[in-house]
């Protein structure tokens, strides 16, 4: 049972160009959503996170939509650079579970020169 | 100062053998946690222990037994390994407390490969 969706599997997109990758959830317990970002050979690391009392959060180029009636969110990444080259990953938790995470199944980005 | 260390960082070895992953974090968390990244980059929790009492037990073989000799250290023992356990095993940190959720910190996995 996959409990949080992710879209796309791999995005190809320019230098300077818009980077999105979409996820949707179905547990309506789920209370916290972060994006972690993991280079070729290292552990994931936290990117940005949102809860659901918000429908946007934005942290430099990287920004999170949020969207509770439907619950889908996304990650916008403004002015994509070779170096956000990486594999994003969604994910979703509640708030007294101890923070486990249930991840979706990644994206692979690669950001053309 | 590294926040998640795993030790080894390879391991390859032969079907049926018993080996041990380790894990310490100097962050100070009182919750850790074992992930498996498949070959499809799929990313699961595993285990997780919280004050050294195991608290998250997904749907693992009983091969897999985590131990948590204090807080700061979380090891996996893997019995009688399979091809299938072929993977990349992550551990990773928390504070946990509550209501509130804080960061998840990642150590730089173990590249575990069974032949």
């Known amino acids: 049972q996959q409990q949080v969706k992710q879209s796309p599997q791999s995005l190809i997109v320019q230098k300077g160009g818009i980077s999105i990758i979409n996820c949707a959830y179905e547990?309506?317990?789920?209370?916290?959503f972060p994006w972690y970002q993991q280079f070729p050979g290292k552990g994931p690391a936290l990117l940005i996170a949102?809860?659901?009392?918000?429908s946007e959060k934005k942290e430099g180029r990287f920004t999170i939509s949020f969207n509770k009636s439907a619950k889908q969110f996304s990650l916008h990444i403004m002015d994509s650079q070779p170096g956000d080259s990486a594999t994003y990953f969604c994910?979703?938790?509640?708030?007294?579970?101890?923070?486990?995470?249930?991840f979706g199944a990644g994206t692979r980005l690669a950001v053309h020169p | 100062d590294t926040a998640v260390s795993q030790t080894p960082k390879y391991l390859v070895t032969q079907m049926g053998n018993d080996k041990s992953i380790k894990c310490e974090q100097n962050?100070?968390?009182?919750?850790m946690y074992w992930y498996k990244q498949d070959s499809k980059k799929f990313l699961k929790i595993m285990f997780s222990?919280?004050?050294?009492?195991?608290?998250i037990n997904e749907t693992v073989p009983n091969r897999f037994s985590p131990k948590s000799p204090d807080k700061a250290h979380l090891n996996l023992h893997i019995n009688s390994l399979e091809l299938g356990d072929s993977a990349v095993y992550f551990c990773?940190?928390?504070?946990?407390?509550?209501?509130?959720?804080?960061?998840?910190?990642f150590g730089p996995g173990t590249r575990l490969t069974v032949t």
């Open positions: 949102i809860r659901p009392d918000v």
């Open positions: 990773a940190s928390s504070q946990v407390g509550g209501q509130n959720i804080y960061e998840q910190y």
């Open positions: 994910a979703a938790t509640s708030s007294g579970g101890y923070n486990k995470l249930i």
């Open positions: 222990y919280n004050n050294k009492e195991l608290i």
């Open positions: 547990n309506t317990a789920f209370d916290y």
């Open positions: 962050l100070g968390h009182d919750t």
